[in-house]
């Protein structure tokens, strides 16, 4: 599994993120991932399929393999999403708590 974040993590943190906290979401072609406005709670690494990510109706960005959604609610004061993600593809991706996210930054200078 590759996401150039994780290179950051030392080896400790990186395996017991990879053993205790990974889960993994899957979502059809066409299915939302996230909408604006929704309260996050997790961030998403994409390990298979195409999402795009909308602001309005304006499409803004797309990503793959390896891309990490949602981590821009962490620098909002809610926690809110700014953008609409839509599966292109099939996709699935490994599920990291906001929490654990949160302690890995602070945990790690290389982070933040």
Same mark, same amino acid.
């Given at each position: +599994? $590759? $996401?150039?974040?994780?290179? *950051?993590? @030392?080896?400790?943190? *990186? ?5 205790? !906290?990974? @889960?993994?979401?899957? $979502? !059809? @072609?066409?299915?939302?991932?996230? /909408?604006?406005?929704?309260?996050? !709670?997790?961030? *998403? =690494? ?7 990510? $909308?602001? /309005? ?9 390896? =891309?990490?959604?949602? *981590?821009?609610? +962490? #620098? ?6 700014? #953008?609409?993600? &839509? =599966?292109?593809?099939?996709? @699935?991706?490994?599920?990291? !708590? +906001?929490? #654990? +996210?949160?302690? &890995? ?5 290389? &982070?933040?």
């Amino acid at each position: +599994m $590759f $996401f150039p974040l994780f290179n *950051y993590l @030392t080896e400790e943190q *990186y395996d017991n993120l990879k053993h205790n !906290s990974l @889960t993994e979401k899957q $979502f !059809s @072609t066409g299915e939302y991932i996230f /909408r604006k406005g929704k309260v996050c !709670s997790e961030v *998403y =690494a994409v390990i298979k399929g195409y999402v795009d990510l $909308f602001i /309005r109706d304006d499409l803004i960005l797309k990503r793959g393999m390896g =891309a990490m959604l949602l *981590y821009m609610c +962490m #620098i909002s004061d809610d926690n809110v999403c700014p #953008i609409d993600v &839509l =599966a292109q593809s099939d996709v @699935t991706v490994k599920v990291i !708590s +906001m929490d #654990i +996210m949160t302690n &890995l930054i602070k945990e790690n200078e290389n &982070l933040k």
